[in-house]
């Protein structure tokens, strides 16, 4: 077998391109050096809008002065219920002295709604109506506990209604409450230990 063999040769080339292309236009460009800009820029002065874009929810009056209220329910304070709505400086801890303002300010979140209920049951025949009904203070009260939606309050419809889910605050009073969610004792009831009570069941919004 033959072998052949091939040669390679490298060619090394120079390649030496000059390119003058050097155009010497003698092109005088006039970009308006001098020009005379005699526009006044109008300085904006846009208004600033003032938009409140937080509007603060306030609290909802719940007195709604109709008997059909007592069936609807009253509208929830906040996520965190009366732990919201006793948060006065809104700084996320309820203080004892929070809580007791707040309970001063409606004694019936003092005590139990049963205990509230047989306060105002004032002839002790089991149902709240009536005369007994127009002067319960505050009327709102018993929003909600009308299940049957008689425009009486029944104590049945009032233990039904204590015995739900995340009510816990209605059926042993807010002053009890507050000593139950205050785990350390320290008397302030904490972000935490608000986050504590949800996730155990005491507190639920609504
Ligand atoms: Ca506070
Ligand atoms: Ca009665
Ligand atoms: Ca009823
Ligand atoms: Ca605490």
């Known amino acids: ?122 002839d002790g025949d089991g149902t709240i109506d009536g005369d007994e009904l127009a002067a319960v203070e505050p009327e709102f009260a018993f929003d909600g506990t009308d299940s049957n939606a008689d425009g009486a309050v029944d104590r049945t419809e009032v233990e039904a209604y204590v015995n739900e889910p995340g009510r816990l605050y209605r059926k042993i009073g807010l002053g009890e409450f507050f000593d139950l969610v205050d785990t350390d004792d320290d008397d302030e009831v904490s972000p935490a230990e608000i986050e504590a009570a949800h996730q155990s069941g005491q507190l639920a919004a609504g």
């Open 1 to 122: 077998m033959a072998v052949r063999t091939s040669k390679n040769v490298l060619v090394v080339s120079t390649l030496l391109v000059i390119s003058v292309g050097l155009a010497a236009c003698g092109s005088s460009e006039e970009d308006g050096s001098d020009s005379s800009d005699t526009q006044s820029q109008p300085v904006d002065e846009t208004p600033a809008i003032e938009r409140q874009s937080s509007p603060l929810d306030e609290d909802q009056s719940e007195g709604d002065e109709s008997d059909a209220s007592l069936s609807g329910g009253p509208t929830s304070p906040g996520e965190h219920s009366p732990l919201s709505a006793s948060d006065a400086d809104g700084d996320g801890t309820v203080t004892r002295a929070e809580i007791d303002a707040y309970m001063d300010a409606g004694s019936e979140h003092r005590v139990g709604l049963v205990a509230f209920f047989d306060e105002n049951d004032t």
